[in-house]
C-alpha cells in the first residue's frame, strides 16, 4: 500500500449558495466528505494505492460513505461501524468562494470511537506512508487510535504525514488543541499547516520564520499551504517558495486535501521518500501539488472536483 488515511469520513452538507452565512443559507445538500478520505480518494486518482481507516455510523450514510470510497478504488477494509453513534455531520457554507464556515454535529460522533484494537493492523505494517489530521486527535478513544497507528506505521518506516487542519469548534480549548498538537509534531515526518495555523503553532506571522521554529520539533518537512498565493517548503538545508496557479476559483473547500495528496503521492514515487528531502526536487513536488489544488478549486464540491494524473499533467503543460 503506498497510502493509508486515517481520521475522519463524514457527510458535509453544503449550502446551496455562495455569498451566503451559515444562518442565512436556504437549503443543504448532502456530500461525502472528511479531510482524510478526500487525501485518500485524491491519491488514488493521482495513481497512488490508497486505503482509509475510521470509523461511521451502522447508519445509511455510513454505507453510502463505505460505497464512496471502494468506488473510488480506495480500500475500505479498515472501516469500522459503531451501533452507537451516527456518521458525523458537518454544515458547510461559503460566505465567499475562498472562505468557509463549519458547524460540526459530533456529540459524539462515529469518527470519534475509533479504538486501538479497531485498528487493521496489517494495512499500518505494510503500508509507505500514513497521513492523518488532528480531527482524529480532538476526543478519546480515536486520540489513542491514531497515537497507536503511528507507532505501528513508524516501526514499519512508513512516512508520517500530519495535517493540522485546525477546527477551533471541535476542541474543548485553543489551549487543548495546541497542547495536543505539539505533543504529535515531534512523531511525524511531514507536517502540512495553512497560513493561520503556522501563526499559531510556530510563533511568528512570518511563515518562513514559523516553519524553521517547527522543525527544531522533530519533522524532515514542513509544508505551509497560502491558499490562492502558493506555498512553501522548509527542510534542514533550506526551503523556498512556490508560484501559485492562478484560476477563477469557485470553490476552494479540499484545495488543501487535493494538494497534500499531490505532494505525498510525488514522494511516495521514491523507493525511499526521504531521496526527495533536497531543494531541487522538493521544488518539483510542490508545483506538481500546487497544480492539484488549482484543479481542484476549478468545480463546486471536493471528491467531484478532485483531477486525475492525466489532467494534472496535461494542466502543468498547459500553465508552463
Given at each position: 500500500?503506498?497510502?493509508?488515511?486515517?481520521?475522519?469520513?463524514?457527510?458535509?452538507m453544503f449550502s446551496a449558495e455562495v455569498g451566503v452565512k451559515l444562518t442565512e443559507v436556504s437549503a443543504f445538500c448532502p456530500k461525502p466528505g472528511g479531510a482524510p478520505a478526500n487525501v485518500a480518494v485524491a491519491a488514488k486518482r493521482l495513481g497512488a494505492e490508497s486505503a482509509f481507516i475510521g470509523k461511521v455510523g451502522e447508519d445509511l450514510f455510513g454505507h453510502h460513505l463505505?460505497?464512496?470510497?471502494?468506488?473510488?478504488?480506495?480500500?475500505?477494509?479498515?472501516?469500522?461501524?459503531?451501533?452507537?453513534?451516527?456518521?458525523?455531520?458537518?454544515?458547510?457554507?461559503?460566505?465567499?468562494?475562498?472562505?468557509?464556515?463549519?458547524?460540526?454535529?459530533?456529540?459524539?460522533?462515529?469518527?470519534?470511537?475509533?479504538?486501538?484494537?479497531?485498528?487493521?493492523?496489517?494495512?499500518?505494517?505494510?503500508?509507505?506512508?500514513?497521513?492523518?489530521?488532528?480531527?482524529?486527535?480532538?476526543?478519546?478513544?480515536?486520540?489513542?487510535?491514531?497515537?497507536?497507528?503511528?507507532?505501528?506505521?513508524?516501526?514499519?518506516?512508513?512516512?508520517?504525514?500530519?495535517?493540522?487542519?485546525?477546527?477551533?469548534?471541535?476542541?474543548?480549548?485553543?489551549?487543548?488543541?495546541?497542547?495536543?498538537?505539539?505533543?504529535?509534531?515531534?512523531?511525524?515526518?511531514?507536517?502540512?499547516?495553512?497560513?493561520?495555523?503556522?501563526?499559531?503553532?510556530?510563533?511568528?506571522?512570518?511563515?518562513?520564520?514559523?516553519?524553521?521554529?517547527?522543525?527544531?520539533?522533530?519533522?524532515?518537512?514542513?509544508?505551509?499551504?497560502?491558499?490562492?498565493?502558493?506555498?512553501?517548503?522548509?527542510?534542514?538545508?533550506?526551503?523556498?517558495?512556490?508560484?501559485?496557479?492562478?484560476?477563477?476559483?469557485?470553490?476552494?473547500?479540499?484545495?488543501?486535501?487535493?494538494?497534500?495528496?499531490?505532494?505525498?503521492?510525488?514522494?511516495?514515487?521514491?523507493?525511499?521518500?526521504?531521496?526527495?528531502?533536497?531543494?531541487?526536487?522538493?521544488?518539483?513536488?510542490?508545483?506538481?501539488?500546487?497544480?492539484?489544488?488549482?484543479?481542484?478549486?476549478?468545480?463546486?464540491?471536493?471528491?467531484?472536483?478532485?483531477?486525475?494524473?492525466?489532467?494534472?499533467?496535461?494542466?502543468?503543460?498547459?500553465?508552463?
Amino acid at each position: 500500500m503506498d497510502i493509508v488515511c486515517l481520521g475522519e469520513v463524514l457527510i458535509d452538507m453544503f449550502s446551496a449558495e455562495v455569498g451566503v452565512k451559515l444562518t442565512e443559507v436556504s437549503a443543504f445538500c448532502p456530500k461525502p466528505g472528511g479531510a482524510p478520505a478526500n487525501v485518500a480518494v485524491a491519491a488514488k486518482r493521482l495513481g497512488a494505492e490508497s486505503a482509509f481507516i475510521g470509523k461511521v455510523g451502522e447508519d445509511l450514510f455510513g454505507h453510502h460513505l463505505e460505497a464512496v470510497l471502494k468506488n473510488e478504488g480506495v480500500e475500505t477494509r479498515g472501516m469500522r461501524f459503531d451501533d452507537f453513534a451516527r456518521t458525523t455531520m458537518a454544515f458547510v457554507a461559503k460566505p465567499d468562494e475562498n472562505t468557509a464556515e463549519f458547524v460540526f454535529y459530533r456529540n459524539p460522533g462515529a469518527d470519534t470511537r475509533l479504538t486501538p484494537g479497531e485498528l487493521d493492523k496489517s494495512l499500518l505494517q505494510s503500508t509507505r506512508c500514513l497521513h492523518f489530521g488532528s480531527l482524529s486527535l480532538s476526543e478519546e478513544p480515536a486520540r489513542s487510535a491514531t497515537l497507536e497507528a503511528i507507532k505501528i506505521a513508524r516501526s514499519a518506516n512508513a512516512l508520517i504525514s500530519f495535517d493540522v487542519n485546525y477546527r477551533p469548534s471541535l476542541w474543548k480549548s485553543p489551549e487543548q488543541a495546541y497542547d495536543t498538537v505539539m505533543k504529535v509534531i515531534p512523531l511525524v515526518d511531514l507536517l502540512k499547516v495553512n497560513e493561520t495555523e503556522i501563526e499559531l503553532l510556530g510563533g511568528s506571522e512570518d511563515y518562513k520564520n514559523g516553519a524553521q521554529k517547527l522543525l527544531k520539533y522533530g519533522p524532515d518537512l514542513i509544508v505551509v499551504t497560502l491558499g490562492p498565493d502558493g506555498s512553501y517548503f522548509q527542510l534542514e538545508t533550506g526551503g523556498e517558495y512556490s508560484q501559485p496557479y492562478r484560476v477563477d476559483t469557485v470553490d476552494a473547500i479540499g484545495c488543501g486535501d487535493a494538494f497534500i495528496a499531490g505532494l505525498l503521492s510525488q514522494l511516495v514515487k521514491s523507493d525511499n521518500w526521504r531521496d526527495n528531502l533536497n531543494i531541487n526536487r522538493m521544488k518539483n513536488v510542490l508545483k506538481y501539488a500546487n497544480a492539484v489544488g488549482a484543479i481542484t478549486a476549478l468545480t463546486l464540491g471536493v471528491i467531484p472536483a478532485l483531477p486525475f494524473s492525466a489532467q494534472v499533467d496535461d494542466f502543468i503543460k498547459q500553465n508552463e
